[in-house]
């Protein structure tokens, strides 16, 4: 009996697991562990930083010497079925990197077109005036990359007539603003609390089954009840007819997924099916009502749920009933209702 209901604790363990492995996998793979670098914070870019070194890493950087758009990215929205024209979403500058002497592109999100403008302004007037460059610029924090072949393109055509080409050797690099593995962070930081949600809910279940032994539980209620033996309720056990996970004995009705594991069918007053439509179709319970009104559920298929009422059925003490009216009674004349089968039926029942 007992090493039975163990096995589909067991299996309730390790299924458990199972989920939080799939979920950590699942959120892992697609996010590229991108929470790591948002909790690690970006990597500053100074003169001694190696870009091809830190390519693929969260990086912070200060934007001081934008030259220009070579690229705008648009983006459609849908609403309520309907799709939006395309609208700037983000946009590629091309930028000097003083501290190597190159040139690089920054990405940023439309929000910072007036931004980049005004920096760009200052560079420009500073540039025209032989004044001092700006001391201080935009701090963009992203990640670092390489850009593809078509972006590159249009960053050298950017370019042309300037004479600025020299300073692009290979591979042109790019801080893509507000984006670490191509996520939004307040995307990754809501992903990622959603998926602690769900391993704190996992958890907290696992620690609940794995606390409710179903050895300790039997050994409890025959502690507290010295007239009845281990070797009598493993009698009853076998003796038992099992419908799907529960097993309905003469005097007691065992299952996992029953709250205290079993059932004392001496205190069982009224039984029936409790039938949920939802979008999926209709799912099925099977209700046990206790003489005190406590109430334990299960759900089943409804071949199994029948099944069980049909067993329920033959005990003389108890209703077993889908009738609406045995419902009303049950619920508004408890006495009136246990006058039906329980009393006298009851007594004998439990001697």
Same mark, same amino acid.
């Given at each position: 009996?007992?090493?039975?209901?163990?096995?589909?604790?067991?299996?309730?363990?390790?299924?458990?697991?199972?989920?939080?492995?799939?979920?950590?996998?699942?959120?892992?793979?697609?996010?590229?562990?991108?929470?790591?670098?948002?909790?690690?914070?970006?990597?500053?870019?100074?003169?001694?930083?190696?870009?091809?070194?830190?390519?693929?890493?969260?990086?912070?950087?200060?934007?001081?010497?934008?030259?220009?758009?070579?690229?705008?990215?648009?983006?459609?929205?849908?609403?309520?079925?309907?799709?939006?024209?395309?609208?700037?979403?983000?946009?590629?500058?091309?930028?000097?990197?003083?501290?190597?002497?190159?040139?690089?592109?920054?990405?940023?999100?439309?929000?910072?077109?007036?931004?980049?403008?005004?920096?760009?302004?200052?560079?420009?007037?500073?540039?025209?005036?032989? +004044? /001092?460059?700006?001391?201080? =610029?935009? #701090?963009?924090?992203?990640?670092?990359?390489? %850009? $593809?072949?078509?972006?590159? @393109?249009?960053?050298?055509?950017?370019?042309?007539?300037?004479?600025?080409?020299?300073?692009?050797?290979?591979?042109?690099?790019?801080?893509?603003?507000?984006?670490?593995?191509?996520?939004?962070?307040?995307?990754?930081?809501?992903?990622?609390?959603?998926?602690?949600?769900?391993?704190?809910?996992?958890?907290?279940?696992?620690?609940?089954?794995?606390?409710?032994?179903?050895?300790?539980?039997?050994?409890?209620?025959?502690?507290?009840?010295?007239?009845?033996?281990?070797?009598?309720?493993?009698?009853?056990?076998?003796?038992?007819?099992?419908?799907?996970?529960?097993?309905?004995?003469?005097?007691?009705?065992?299952?996992?997924?029953?709250?205290?594991?079993?059932?004392?069918?001496?205190?069982?007053?009224?039984?029936?099916?409790? +039938? /949920?439509?939802?979008?999926? =179709?209709? #799912?099925?319970?099977?209700?046990?009502?206790? %003489? $005190?009104?406590?109430?334990? @559920?299960?759900?089943?298929?409804?071949?199994?749920?029948?099944?069980?009422?049909?067993?329920?059925?033959?005990?003389?003490?108890?209703?077993?009933?889908?009738?609406?009216?045995?419902?009303?009674?049950?619920?508004?004349?408890?006495?009136?209702?246990?006058?039906?089968?329980?009393?006298?039926?009851?007594?004998?029942?439990?001697?």
């Amino acid at each position: 009996m007992i090493q039975e209901l163990q096995k589909k604790q067991l299996k309730k363990v390790l299924t458990i697991l199972a989920i939080a492995v799939a979920i950590g996998g699942f959120f892992g793979y697609f996010s590229k562990m991108a929470i790591i670098d948002l909790v690690k914070g970006p990597i500053p870019l100074t003169a001694e930083s190696n870009l091809e070194e830190l390519e693929g890493s969260y990086v912070s950087w200060e934007l001081r010497y934008p030259m220009g758009e070579f690229i705008e990215i648009k983006k459609k929205t849908r609403v309520r079925g309907y799709t939006s024209s395309p609208r700037r979403s983000r946009a590629g500058y091309v930028a000097f990197d003083p501290e190597r002497e190159i040139l690089i592109a920054v990405e940023l999100p439309a929000k910072r077109d007036e931004e980049v403008e005004e920096q760009m302004d200052l560079f420009y007037e500073a540039m025209e005036s032989g +004044e /001092e460059l700006p001391q201080t =610029g935009l #701090s963009v924090k992203g990640e670092l990359e390489k %850009l $593809d072949s078509e972006s590159r @393109k249009y960053f050298l055509s950017a370019l042309r007539g300037t004479g600025l080409s020299e300073l692009v050797d290979g591979d042109v690099y790019q801080i893509a603003d507000g984006e670490i593995k191509g996520d939004k962070p307040e995307t990754i930081i809501f992903i990622a609390g959603f998926v602690a949600l769900l391993f704190a809910l996992l958890f907290g279940e696992l620690i609940l089954t794995v606390k409710k032994s179903v050895k300790k539980t039997f050994e409890s209620y025959i502690n507290a009840n010295p007239s009845i033996t281990m070797e009598a309720m493993e009698n009853d056990f076998a003796q038992a007819e099992k419908v799907g996970g529960i097993w309905v004995g003469r005097r007691w009705t065992y299952g996992q997924m029953l709250e205290q594991y079993f059932i004392d069918n001496s205190k069982l007053v009224y039984t029936h099916i409790r +039938e /949920e439509s939802g979008r999926n =179709g209709t #799912s099925y319970w099977f209700c046990w009502h206790m %003489l $005190d009104g406590t109430q334990e @559920k299960v759900s089943a298929s409804e071949k199994n749920c029948r099944k069980l009422l049909e067993i329920t059925a033959r005990m003389p003490h108890v209703v077993a009933s889908n009738d609406p009216e045995a419902a009303y009674l049950y619920q508004h004349n408890r006495e009136q209702f246990l006058n039906l089968r329980y009393r006298g039926q009851g007594e004998n029942q439990q001697q």
